[in-house]
């Protein structure tokens, strides 16, 4: 049994991180891109080592999202890094009325670190400037209290809810382990649920991991807000509202 490859997922994070160093030199990303690619090949080549599935699984979609997510930055909109910010960055003009002078790339040393360091594990890129401005009219802010009010609300349904998928999945022998061999894999579980069930299955699994991720989403909220600490505009519903999916481009975001 060899060792897990911990030493390679750890420098891979570090590389994940200073990917996102604010400046406009496309080499240094093409750089510490190659670097991913080579630290990452050899940890999806490390056979199992583990008795539990979840942590190579784990390790593995979260190098996959990392790769994702880079590509949707570098890709998707404007040039990176200077056409993100948060909501809370000062962008400044120029006294001539000219170009930004405070953008990312010109950030001081300690606020580039801070920003690098907030998008790269930011996927839902909450508190960043997201919507196009002047095209969507901003969504008032609710009041601390009713934002509390709704959010405790919110916390106890996706509970009920992630409960509720869980269970379905109990009831059923096909995903009891002990109904197994020791040695059986993923397929063998597939193979014991009846064709017409797997698709409200899988339904019921991705209802339920987006409920468990709204629940923790949830209680952060609540405390940050309970405290005082962020203001309830910087914590929309994690997987967002399906009454504001009314066109393509906001059904799929």
């Known amino acids: 049994m060899g060792r897990f490859p911990w030493t390679e997922i750890l420098l891979f994070e570090i590389l994940h991180i200073i990917f996102f160093y604010p400046t406009r030199q496309h080499a240094y990303r093409?750089?510490?891109?190659?670097?991913?690619?080579?630290?990452?090949?050899?940890?999806?080549?490390?056979?199992?080592?583990?008795?539990?599935?979840?942590v190579p699984f784990t390790v593995g979609c979260a190098i996959v999202l990392h790769f994702l997510?880079?590509?949707?930055?570098l890709f998707a909109e404007g040039?990176?890094?200077?056409?993100?910010?948060?909501?809370?960055?000062?962008i400044h003009t120029k006294a001539d009325g000219g170009s930004l002078d405070k953008l990312p790339s010109n950030f001081p040393l300690t606020k580039k670190l801070w920003w690098m360091l907030d998008?790269?594990?930011?996927?839902?890129?909450?508190?960043w400037v997201r919507e196009p401005q002047g095209c969507i009219p901003p969504h008032?802010?609710?009041?601390r209290r009713t934002f509390l009010w709704k959010t405790f609300f919110k916390l106890i349904g996706n509970a009920a809810i992630a409960d509720?998928?869980?269970?379905?999945h109990a009831w059923d022998p096909a995903f009891d382990r002990r109904?197994?061999?020791?040695?059986?894999?993923?397929?063998?579980?597939?193979?014991?649920?009846?064709?017409?069930?797997?698709?409200?299955?899988?339904?019921?699994?991705?209802?339920?991991g987006a409920a468990s991720i709204s629940v923790m989403h949830n209680v952060i909220a609540l405390v940050c807000?309970?405290?005082?600490?962020?203001?309830?505009?910087?914590?929309?519903?994690?997987c967002g509202r399906w009454r504001d999916a009314y066109t393509m481009r906001k059904f799929w975001g």
Do not use: N
Not at 79 to 90: A, G, L, N, Q, V
Not at 164 to 168: A, D, H, K, N, P
Not at 188 to 207: D, G, H, M, Q
């Open 119 to 127: 998008i790269a594990y930011s996927v839902r890129m909450i508190g």
């Open 79 to 90: 040039s990176f890094p200077d056409h993100w910010r948060r909501i809370r960055d000062e």
């Open 179 to 208: 109904v197994h061999g020791p040695t059986d894999g993923p397929e063998t579980y597939l193979i014991a649920v009846p064709l017409l069930r797997r698709a409200p299955y899988v339904l019921s699994w991705l209802i339920g």
């Open 30 to 54: 093409v750089v510490v891109i190659a670097a991913m690619v080579y630290v990452a090949w050899p940890i999806y080549q490390t056979p199992e080592v583990t008795d539990k599935l979840g």
């Open 140 to 143: 008032p802010p609710p009041s």
């Open 164 to 168: 509720l998928t869980v269970s379905m």
């Open 225 to 238: 807000v309970g405290l005082g600490s962020s203001s309830p505009t910087l914590w929309p519903d994690i």
């Open 69 to 73: 997510f880079k590509a949707y930055l």
